[in-house]
Antibody, heavy 122, light 107 residues
């Protein structure tokens, strides 16, 4: 059974760096084709894809976001970490991590974490 | 980036109704489209991948169709648990993008 769970601060101040951790079980990020992504959703708004990291450490980012986005993985701990620098109130959102199935050309998400609400405010 | 435009943005319907939601891509994406259902305070749930492939456990009243730029999600007979917001997502290229959502509520 695949599960994912996001953890991190609920409140960050403007200009600070946000670090979110996705801890997962039921799959390995060393398995060919597997990837984990981050998606966020501002209150009352649509979903926005942020980043994706593959089993081979290939990384993809949404270019519409500023360059301060970094995704990393720790395969031994079954964790994926997202960092966002220079946070702004517009970054207030629920942040989800999600599993991408190990199927070629299939960058969709079949399992999601419950989400973590992050508020950016001074 | 490939833009996805869903219509309508919101929809009121009754239990038993047949409902169709449209997703239009700004350029051809073959069949690289997924549909999700999201209920308030919950994570999205994958319903359909590759434009028409129903995920395991998803009721057969849900169906998807379309290719390239025009896609539809159809619910053949609405059930009370289907009232939610629905999103399409393209995975033909990067960045991965989502539609703006269609809110389906009870008439």
């Amino acid at each position: 059974q695949i599960t994912l769970k996001e953890s991190g601060p609920t409140l960050v101040k403007p200009t600070q760096t946000l670090t979110l951790t996705c801890t997962f079980s039921g799959f390995s990020l060393s398995t060919s084709g597997v990837a984990v992504g981050w998606i966020r959703q501002p209150p009352g708004k649509a979903l926005e894809w942020l980043a994706l990291i593959f089993w081979d450490d290939d990384k993809r980012y949404n270019p519409s976001l500023r360059s301060g986005l970094t995704i990393t993985k720790d395969t031994s701990k079954n964790q994926v970490v997202l960092t966002m620098t220079n946070m702004d109130p517009v970054d207030t959102a629920t942040y989800f991590c999600a599993h991408r199935p190990p199927i070629t050309y299939s960058n969709y998400f079949d399992y999601w974490g419950q989400g973590a609400l992050v508020t950016v405010s001074s | 980036a490939i833009q996805l435009t869903q219509s309508p943005s919101s929809l009121s319907a009754s239990v038993g109704d047949r409902v169709t939601i449209t997703c239009r891509a700004s350029q051809g994406i073959s069949s690289a489209l997924a549909w999700y259902q999201q209920k308030p305070g919950k994570a999205p749930k994958l319903l359909i991948s590759d434009a028409f492939s129903l995920e395991d456990g998803v009721p057969s009243r849900f169906s998807g169709s379309g290719s390239e730029t025009d896609f539809t999600l159809t619910i053949s007979s609405l059930q009370p648990e289907d009232f939610a917001t629905y999103y399409c997502q393209q995975f033909d290229g990067y960045p991965i993008t989502f539609g703006q959502g269609t809110r389906l509520d009870i008439k």
